[in-house]
Nanobody, 119 residues
Framework: VQLQASGGGLVQAGGSLRLSCTAS????????MAWFRQAPGKGREFVAT???????RYADSVRGRFTISRDNAKNSIYLQMNSLKPDDTAVYYC??????????????WGQGTQVTVSS
């Protein structure tokens, strides 16, 4: 599975962005999908996940502001990010796995897309 993330950019605090991630292959609907992020000087952290049954889970830091969704017909997932804060500045990665995330480490990772939130 190859993952291609897009949609990052520069936005002011309080603004919104929508990230997209498109996967190759015919078995996209069999994978749990997720977004992670890595801020400068910090480790990679879990942001949100969506299961094959479209159950979702969020990190406490983004719950109520971010929404993850998937479109199996388009082999894609999305991350709608609202009320962005400077602390959301990071490289955002999409990921896929056959087991529940983040309990299991995803098998496949995209290349990342930069999100910068200015104060």
């Amino acid at each position: 599975v190859q993952l291609q993330a897009s949609g990052g950019g520069l936005v002011q605090a309080g603004g919104s962005l929508r990230l997209s991630c498109t996967a190759s292959g015919r078995t996209f609907n069999l994978y749990a999908m997720a977004w992670f992020r890595q801020a400068p000087g910090k480790g990679r952290e879990f942001v949100a996940t969506i299961t094959t049954g479209e159950s979702t889970r969020y990190a406490d830091s983004v719950r109520g502001r971010f929404t993850i969704s998937r479109d199996n017909a388009k082999n894609s997932i999305y991350l709608q990010m609202n009320s962005l804060k400077p602390d959301d500045t990071a490289v955002y990665y999409c990921a896929a796995g056959t087991s529940r995330i983040p309990a299991s480490t995803p098998t496949y990772w995209g290349q990342g897309t930069q999100v910068t939130v200015s104060s």
